[in-house]
């Protein structure tokens, strides 16, 4: 049945036409593909903190990974220990302390690096004193998930603000949510491996949906080639068996 000229002549025209869909679907996928924004930010300009975050509020996008500077203060006392921090390669224990702006928000900072629980206990000592009001500069980065620590049984693994907030000794009227990544580390301590947050392509996913249809209209117009040939080749069965006749 599927080698008779009409059918022939049927599934070329198929061919064609879902060679047709085939080749739009491959536009669609170009299309969005050269259309996909490539979302930039100027990450490594220092900007001041307060234009670009405001207290009490999420890390969006846009501010995530931003180098920033702010004028604050650090707190005596509410210095801790975030332990399995990877550093160039190595693991070892971040010191993290409180800072709170001229305007009284508070902000968590990771002021450095140590191999060492025992180094990092010393370069946290040396820094619970506090410090008067100076600039800091470092990186902008969205608050860990704190259900990631093993509390239970006393491991801090995560820079979790919502926990810290609760575990500072001076309670905070306004608190960032996101913590700094000091640029420059405190005395004793190393410099917290940073990088450049990468670039986010945004593709443009209507045309990829409408690539993935017209890839599936070509493959219904090579099955509905299919279906009536066999639908033919079945009545022309039927008509056969009809016909035979009757012993």
Known sequence: MARRPRWIG??????????GFAALGQWQLGRAVATATVVTYPTETVTPLASLATPQSVVTDRVA??????TARRVPGDLYLVSNRVNYGKTGYWVVGHAVTGDGVSLAVAYGWAPTRA?????????AGGAPSTL??????????PDQADFEHGVRSVLSVAALVNEWRTVPTAV???????????PGLSAIYSPKPSNDVSLNWL????????VAFAGF??????????????REQDQLTEAAPVN
Not at 10 to 19: D, T, Y
Not at 136 to 145: K, Q, S
Not at 207 to 214: A, D, K, L, R
Request: glycine share 8%; net charge negative; proline share 4%.
């Open 10 to 19: 049927a599934l070329l025209l198929a061919l064609a036409i879902a060679g």
């Open 65 to 70: 990974g931003q180098m920033v500077s702010v």
């Open 119 to 127: 180094a990092a206990t010393d370069a946290a000592s040396a820094l």
């Open 136 to 145: 800091l500069i470092g990186r902008y980065m969205p608050t860990e998930p």
């Open 176 to 186: 960032y949510g996101g913590y700094l990544v000091s640029k420059t580390p405190a």
């Open 207 to 214: 045309n990829v949906f409408y690539s993935i249809e017209w």
């Open 221 to 234: 117009a090579v099955y509905l080639w299919y279906r009536l040939v066999k639908d033919a080749w079945e």
